[in-house]
């Protein structure tokens, strides 16, 4: 019976043993594979066999352990270690590692499947995927490009292809408006040749005249039904203006920039054209605007010398023959300075603006500027976007500003219309002065906004969140890796490929961002190297070879002995 007994105690050994070799090499082989999770088993004693019980202390007599024998060992189980591997730089963009608990989760043909593995790349698409083709799931962004939490959406890096732009919101300016010049008190006056109502030159026109009943000095009629008359080569403040037309007509019907019948409605045009702004007449003999006085057209710029209008001998034609010339009669005067920035709508096209500054007044509290600002971008006729009032106290410290925001038309351009900037012309360390030994000179020293850009690179940040850079500078959003983190990890069972899938013992995955729910946080650009300790591994492969041996010659003893016995007995 005691021979039976070691026989089967070391078949046992034997079988333990086995075992332990078998999860030992697994981890062995393993110990280079990215994000692995080393295993372990445990043995237990397999059955207990009792010869004698227990008995208690007598009067007379001591008391007496129970007589047990063994029978074997088994293995009780075998989990795995979900420590933390060493994390190891690769410099490459898709890589991925956790830092602490938790699992990336893939999408493939419909299941859902789980794994430390971060070795990811991005297919055809810009699906970030693994090696078999799973989809990583994570969090998408909405329009604005803000993570949405909740729903699981396949990880998409579009690199080179996704584009962007950025509105300008807010341009910040420096510099110094010279409050030792002259104070500004007339604009700039040209003159038109005389017009008249009638063909031998005797009556001068006037605004309510059909435009195709005008005539020149000589008796020649200007216009006809139908006719374009194209205003270009006028600049204001030495900036050109830009061209545009006019039908004469009823109707538009050669998609000018507009039309009319009556000089009064071309004169309107010209008006909306140069940008004059007709509310400011800060003084008796000044009244910008166009008028009509005995036949000629009367146009007064604002007051400055960067708002001054100047007409070229060719200005205003129609069919390529020169219609009529402007003669400048007057010159604006005072001090006033001109800048230029550009702006960019939402689709990232360019927007320029030209502010001028000019010299309003000089009192004993100080000096008042006021900004004209124009744009020859601004979709609709009227280039003119606005104004306000900078003051200044003695020391040429700014004090107030008064409308200080612009709103630009983008209409059938695609983009956001209108387009709202606001105008900073103080801001912290650096706001603009009025000093008088200084000349002046006001510049646009940085703005929001971008031209189109498309998707250079990206990052990965400790909560998962993905950051694209574009090549215009701006970062945003792209999405956001979820990990799911399980109450069980080792109720987990191991689906090949380095996945898992849970089982009734693991619960159910609990999605959420990096850092949440016990979760670790995410290492972009690096991967998670096996836990496999081989120093550990060796130990465990020279106990399995000692038992192994060991139980062997259990069994050759044992053999020997029955033979023994045999041998006796014959």
């Known amino acids: 019976m005691a021979l039976q007994t070691a026989l089967f105690s070391s078949l046992t050994g034997i079988t333990s043993n086995s075992k332990l070799l078998a999860v030992t090499g697994n981890n062995i082989a393993n110990v280079n594979t990215t994000g692995y999770k080393k295993s372990r088993i445990t043995f237990e004693t397999q059955i207990s066999q009792r010869l004698s019980s227990a008995s208690a202390p007598t009067g ?10 063994g029978l074997g060992s088994r293995d009780s189980s075998i989990t795995r270690d979900f420590s933390t591997g ?8 898709t890589d991925m590692a956790i830092d602490g608990n938790g699992f990336f989760i893939v999408e493939s043909q419909g299941n859902t499947r789980y794994t430390r593995t971060g070795n990811f790349v991005l297919d055809r698409d810009f699906n970030l995927v693994n090696a078999d083709g799973g989809r990583v799931q994570g969090f998408g962004v909405d329009e604005e490009y803000n993570v949405v939490d909740g729903l699981l959406v396949d990880v998409n890096i579009p690199v080179g292809i996704l584009t962007i732009a950025q509105a300008t919101e807010n341009v910040v300016f420096a510099g110094n408006l010279n409050a030792a010049g002259d104070v500004a008190t007339v604009g700039s006056i040209s003159t038109s040749d005389v017009l008249y109502s009638d063909a031998l030159a005797t009556t001068p026109a006037v605004g309510t005249d059909a435009l195709a009943s005008l005539f020149d000095s000589a008796g020649t009629a200007l216009y006809a039904v139908g006719d374009v008359i194209n205003v270009a080569g006028v600049t204001k403040g030495g900036a050109a203006i830009g061209e545009a037309t006019f039908e004469i007509g009823p109707a538009n019907t050669t998609s000018s920039d507009d039309f009319g019948t009556t000089l009064d409605d071309f004169t309107a045009f010209l008006d909306d054209l140069l940008g004059i702004d007709t509310t400011q007449t800060p003084t008796a003999t000044s009244t910008p605007g166009i008028s009509i006085v005995g036949g000629q057209l009367i146009v007064e710029g604002n007051t400055g010398g960067a708002n001054g209008i100047l007409f070229s001998a060719s200005s205003i034609q129609t069919n390529n023959t020169v219609s009529y010339g402007f003669t400048g009669t007057q010159e604006a005067n005072g001090g006033s300075t001109r800048t230029t920035f550009v702006a960019f709508d939402s689709l990232g096209n360019e927007v320029v603006v030209d502010l001028r500054f000019v010299l309003e007044s000089k009192t004993t509290t100080g000096a008042t500027w006021r900004y004209y600002a124009d744009s020859v971008d601004d979709t609709d006729l009227d280039i003119h976007l606005g104004t306000g009032v900078l003051s200044f106290d003695t020391e040429g410290n700014l004090l107030t500003v008064s409308n200080p925001s612009i709103s630009i038309d983008r209409v059938n351009t695609g983009a956001v219309t209108p387009l709202d900037i606001n105008l900073q012309f103080a801001n912290p360390g650096n706001s603009i002065t009025s000093l008088a030994d200084t000349s ?3 510049a646009a020293q940085s703005q929001d906004g971008s031209q189109i850009g498309s998707l250079e690179d990206f990052s990965v940040g400790g909560d998962g969140t993905i950051t ?7 970062l945003r959003d792209l999405g956001r890796v979820a990990v799911a983190v399980f109450a069980n990890n080792n109720g987990l069972e191991e689906f090949g490929g380095s996945l898992y899938r849970p089982t009734v013992n693991s619960g159910l995955a609990t999605v959420v961002s990096a850092g949440q729910a016990g979760s670790g946080s995410v290492i972009g650009r690096s991967l998670e190297l096996s836990n496999v300790e081989l120093a550990e591994e060796f130990i465990n492969l020279i106990s399995a070879s000692t038992g192994f041996s060991a139980n062997s010659r259990v069994l050759t003893t044992s053999d020997e002995l029955i033979q023994e016995l045999l041998a006796a007995v014959r």
């Not at 007379?60 to 024998?69: A, K, L, Y």
């Open 468 to 474: 694209g850079v574009f090549s215009n500078g701006l």
């Open 86 to 93: 060493s994390l190891q730089p690769t410099g490459v963009g």
């Open 60 to 69: 007379t007599r001591g008391g007496t352990n129970p007589t047990q024998m």
């Open 440 to 442: 002046s000179q006001v």
